[in-house]
T-cell receptor, first 114, second 110 residues
Framework: AQSVTQPDIHITVSEGASLELRCNYS??????LFWYVQSPGQGLQLLLK??????LVQGIKGFEAEFKRSQSSFNLRKPSVHWSDAAEYFC????????????FGAGTRLAVHP | DGGITQSPKYLFRKEGQNVTLSCEQN?????MYWYRQDPGQGLRLIYY???????QKGDIAEGYSVSREKKESFPLTVTSAQKNPTAFYLC?????????FGPGTRLTVT
């Protein structure tokens, strides 16, 4: 069955440090890939997406992600984390087949130390 | 201002009561979705609708019902048959492969 794995439940980084959040998917073909961010008690905001083409995609808030087909991964990166980046991050894939069903990972909660 | 609204933000109900969560969008999207979020489990799809007057069950539809009488509106009813209804509920609408989310409703049933 198709699935999305985010191996890290919690990550803590210092402000100004670099960040990489991991995401692996299990899917027969190349799916559409997304990263969303959720602040506490809020809805989800789309950070970036990959459909095809250049495997390095840029998103909002200084985030980027790289699609690696050979590793079935779509890791999210940011070169310098700000305290306001503390939130929960979800990786998701779209499962094709009649409607755009999003399959979500369990999320990674990011804490930022000053 | 285009977007998705959900009301209320917090909802409290007694066990055994049905409750309806509101979701409205003015993005002119055909597709709308309801998700449930529990700590450590990501989001799980309850129901979705691709077009007015049509909707389909998602992965965890038991104990829930929906209607789609208007393009802008997709209300979710949590019935007394839902065994564990306390959760954070998120509505989304979609154009193409992207989905846009509302701010959510936190339902507490005691």
């Amino acid at each position: 069955a198709q699935s999305v794995t985010q191996p890290d439940i919690h990550i803590t980084v210092s402000e100004g440090a670099s960040l990489e959040l991991r995401c692996n998917y299990s899917y027969g073909a190349t799916p559409y890939l997304f990263w969303y961010v959720q602040s506490p008690g809020q809805g989800l905001q789309l950070l970036l997406k990959y459909f095809s083409g250049d495997t390095l995609v840029q998103g909002i808030k200084g985030f980027e992600a790289e699609f690696k087909r050979s590793q079935s991964s779509f890791n999210l990166r940011k070169p310098s984390v700000h305290w306001s980046d503390a939130a929960e991050y979800f990786c998701a894939v779209v499962l094709s087949g009649g409607y755009n069903k999003l399959i979500f990972g369990a999320g990674t909660r990011l804490a930022v130390h000053p | 201002d285009g977007g998705i609204t959900q009301s209320p933000k917090y909802l409290f109900r007694k066990e055994g009561q049905n409750v309806t969560l509101s979701c409205e969008q003015n993005l002119n999207h055909d597709a709308m979705y309801w998700y449930r979020q529990d700590p450590g489990q990501g989001l799980r799809l309850i129901y979705y609708s691709q077009i007015v007057n049509d909707f389909q069950k998602g992965d965890i539809a038991e104990g829930y019902s929906v209607s789609r009488e208007k393009k802008e509106s997709f209300p979710l009813t949590v019935t007394s048959a839902q065994k564990n209804p306390t959760a954070f509920y998120l509505c989304a609408s979609g154009g193409g492969s992207e989905q846009y989310f509302g701010p959510g409703t936190r339902l507490t049933v005691t």
